[in-house]
């Protein structure tokens, strides 16, 4: 299989999760939403099903070769995906808890992944009106804007949250930094925009230790390696993709420099 043009598919896959994001809006308006829940009890609604509809048919029609796989068609059985070198990971609704609390902070995530990693990443949040893309090579943006991971050295440590899925292992690790770091902020947010503000400069660390899976980081780790920061395991190994298990570790996401920060207070 020939090696994508990067560079050429990078402003496509803008545009597609942007016209997802316009698919979203509707639903998101609307009264009531209509929510229905997974067989994991997790929620689903019409606008995941509008938006994976669209985003995979628009792959199907920019890359028939590349297969993909989406949140909505997660049963794909690993002995279908193991051969697969590179392949799109979606997720169309980031955050449907956000969607469904209407607090903006939901997003449509495009990743293309090779041999276990992400080599373009696009997470657009369509209630903000905001899109941060990267792509192997090429840096990584907020908007137009190159962005860098690399919060200023005067700041108070910035610790960015999940918003729905604040676990116990995550708040004895930030009891742990607040006795090391007397200056210490944390913010709660939501989807995968805790990845972009560590990618943009505006965080110095994302922990997470609560369940994720691999539609739900991997356009964002993207992001934040082009921007120079990292995503890696508690043993400092980057998160990899098209596991047998759709399953991520426990991971942090550390902007330039910084991974020492927290390395430490792992046992």
């Given amino acids: 299989m020939q090696a994508p043009d990067l560079a050429a598919l990078l402003p496509k896959v803008c545009h597609l999760a942007e016209a997802a994001g316009q698919a979203i809006l509707p639903f998101y308006r609307q009264e009531p939403l209509q929510v229905e829940l997974k067989a994991d009890a997790s929620p689903l609604t019409e606008a995941d099903l509008a938006s994976h509809r669209l985003i995979l048919q628009g792959l199907q029609d920019l890359t028939p070769e590349i297969p993909v796989l989406s949140e909505e068609s997660g049963g794909i ?15 169309p609704l980031d955050g449907t808890r956000e969607f469904i609390g209407r ?3 939901f997003t449509v995530n495009i990743a293309l992944v090779e041999a276990g990693i992400p080599i373009l990443g696009v997470v657009h949040a369509p209630a903000l009106g905001l899109t941060y893309r990267a792509a192997q090579g090429l840096g990584a ?9 690399r919060p200023p050295a005067q700041a108070p440590l910035q610790v960015v949250a999940s918003r729905s899925h ?30 972009c503000l560590v990618a943009e400069g505006s965080a110095h660390l994302y922990p997470r230790f609560g369940p994720t899976l691999e539609w739900d980081t991997a356009a964002a780790h993207c992001i ?17 993709y098209n596991k047998p298990d759709l399953h991520n570790p426990p991971f942090v996401a550390a902007a330039e420099g910084v991974a020492q920060l927290w390395q430490g207070l792992i046992p």
């Fill in 77 to 91: 059985p690993y002995t279908q995906r193991q051969p697969w070198r590179r392949f799109w990971l979606v997720d």
């Fill in 103 to 105: 607090n903006d902070q």
């Fill in 224 to 240: 934040v390696e082009q921007a120079g920061g990292s995503v890696t395991d508690l043993k400092g190994d980057p998160l990899r």
């Fill in 166 to 195: 604040r676990s116990p292992e995550t708040e004895q690790f930030l009891e742990q930094l607040r006795r090391r770091y007397s200056s210490l902020e944390v913010k709660s947010v939501g989807s995968a925009l805790k990845f």
């Fill in 141 to 149: 943006y907020k908007g137009e804007e190159p962005i860098r991971a």
